[in-house]
């Protein structure tokens, strides 16, 4: 009978290396950050900045509507940090002895966005009467409530029925903004409110401004979640977030940073 070529210290080393590449990841050094749809862009350049400081360690990133991801977290997600779009989620898990050292660390502003081709003639915030198709947040996810706190502050600035008459041009309300930026960018809508660091990320749709009276600030929370697995390394992400690499980053995606 022939012989293999390689011998048994060859055989041993191959099994054992196949071994380590089936091997599942340290989860001692494996970072969980559920962070709000919004900060998608400016926390991926965040995990290759902090992965590249910190080798070996691997930063998984999961990102959806921050009142999802509260209910996650309540419910026993395994996350170590949690960004939120609204601080009143934060609080709630603050409240709750879910999540330690919250704090603000970035904020944001609503603007509207519409399709290159514009086709219903929108130019201003006041022209959304003339959309046939808008999409918004749902009234539980944060820039769905902030679009709707913006329609109530035209209506106070004096124009009667505004929001009842841009509410009744909505064609569908989204779970995140992500979702509702793609809705233009697919060409299934003819204006949507989103967060202007989405126009940062935003292929083929023009930006419109909301005036400053009428717009809200979204003040960005993010702190350490209890029980983690691994609280030094979600201490080192909230340290580099707010550090001055953090804040570029951050300002570099649209964010006026803390």
């Not at 991926?44 to 910190?54: D, N, R």
């Not at 170590?80 to 944001?108: C, I, K, T, W, Y």
Request: hydrophobic letters at 50%; glycine letters at 8%.
């Amino acid at each position: 009978m022939r012989r293999s070529s390689l011998g048994r210290p060859a055989w041993a080393l191959l099994l054992a290396a196949l071994l380590q590449a089936c091997a599942p990841a340290d989860a001692s050094r494996t970072l969980h950050v559920y962070a709000a749809s919004s900060l998608a862009e400016s926390f991926a350049a965040m995990e290759h900045a902090f992965e590249a400081a910190h080798p070996g360690t691997d930063v998984v990133l999961a990102f959806a509507g921050s009142q999802v991801l509260r209910l996650q977290i309540e419910q026993g997600a395994p996350a170590d940090v949690f960004a939120s779009a609204d601080p009143r989620h934060m609080q709630a898990l603050v409240e709750r002895g879910r999540v330690r050292d919250g704090r603000v660390f970035a904020h944001n502003q609503l603007v509207l966005i519409v399709p290159p081709g514009n086709p219903a003639r929108i130019e201003s915030f006041r022209d959304l009467p003339r959309a046939s198709r808008l999409v918004i947040g749902t009234e539980s996810v944060p820039v769905g409530s902030y679009a709707r706190q913006a329609l109530r502050r035209a209506e106070a600035a004096g124009e009667g029925g505004f929001a009842a008459s841009v509410l009744a041009r909505v064609a569908s309300e989204e779970s995140n903004v992500r979702l509702v930026r793609a809705k233009v960018e697919l060409g299934e809508a003819d204006a949507a409110i989103v967060y202007r660091s989405d126009t940062v990320a935003a292929g083929g749709v023009r930006a419109i401004e909301i005036p400053p009276g009428l717009n809200v600030s979204a003040d960005y929370s993010i702190g350490i979640v209890e029980g983690g697995v691994n609280p030094d390394l979600a201490a080192a992400w909230l340290a580099f977030v707010l550090s001055r690499q953090g804040r570029e980053l951050l300002a570099r995606h649209g964010f006026a940073a803390e």
